[in-house]
């Protein structure tokens, strides 16, 4: 089982807000070895992941394989790999995923997932993430670890001047894009647009995409500051179309809370593309050769003056061609793709 998704189609949001529709379309381009299931509540069709049903369907498939290790991903994926009887790595997708029992609210399904989450972190031959989230896994569990990146496509995520210019749509001088969702509490979207309020003597525009709990803080925010001219709401997009936007933008602005490297950053500084965003190289020091090259901020003001050096061509141009060899370094097959081989050796000789 994978997780893969459709790079080749233009999604204009249909796909996000109408999941079910977006399987369909995915299962039908599948190769044959390749077997897709929801894990998702919410996504209005197939089984209740949750239902105890489909839970031992799940556990059934994964025992009925015949390979040597299992790289499950998510909660769920180390759950039902603890009852294959192999040996498997749990990556972990991020805090709240080996948390994931914290997020449940019915206290009857929590005292049931609660032990399941526990047995698939203890039973796992490693636990493997960024170097921030074991960080603080590592506070509760005593399990084996390892700090390791999460794998790029770079040859997906890539600079590409035939991507077009999205500047004569927006008609402007500097174009930015932000992908994340808004989530005040975990992505404090409320930063950019309070830093870009106080921008002067730039022509920007914002593209941001419409999606996150707090979509609608967010276009308050943007009416209260006056910036509707400069900031466009954008459907969420395939992983095609976002590469084509991040290539086009002048800079990426991604995060201001977390202060690790996401998705989103990772594939901006692929593409070569400046990169706001919050950084704490205590999370991540340990894990690459060097700094990234991410202009940090964390606070209005701050982004404000980050956004004030990228009216520099030069500097704007050089920071992009740091970010792509940085990429290259740190999460190029030889650099990660030979990690992740010694962890499977590594938790097949503990076996």
Known sequence: MIDTDLDDIESDGYYKWYPKKWIEQHRSREPDWVESVTTSDSAGFGPEIKSPRFQAKMVKKVRSYDCDIIHASGAWGAIWASFSGLPY??????????????????????????????????NASM??????????LEKEYDVPTERIATMVDLERFKPDPADGDLKQRYDCDLLLFAGARHKWEHKANDTIFEGLAAVDGVDWHLVTAEWGEDIERSKELVSELGLEENVSFVPIMSRKRLRRVINQCDAVLDQFHFGGIGSLSRQTLACGTPLISKIDTSRISDNFDSDPPILSASAPDELRDRITLLTDEDQKRQLGTESRKWMERNYGWDTLGKRYLSIYRSSLRDE
């Open 89 to 122: 790595v749990y990556w972990v997708t991020g805090v709240i995923d080996w948390k994931s029992d914290k997020q449940t609210k019915n206290p009857l399904k929590r005292a049931v997932f609660t032990p399941l989450i526990r047995r698939g972190i203890r």
């Open 127 to 136: 636990v493997v993430s960024e170097p921030g989230v074991i960080n603080a």
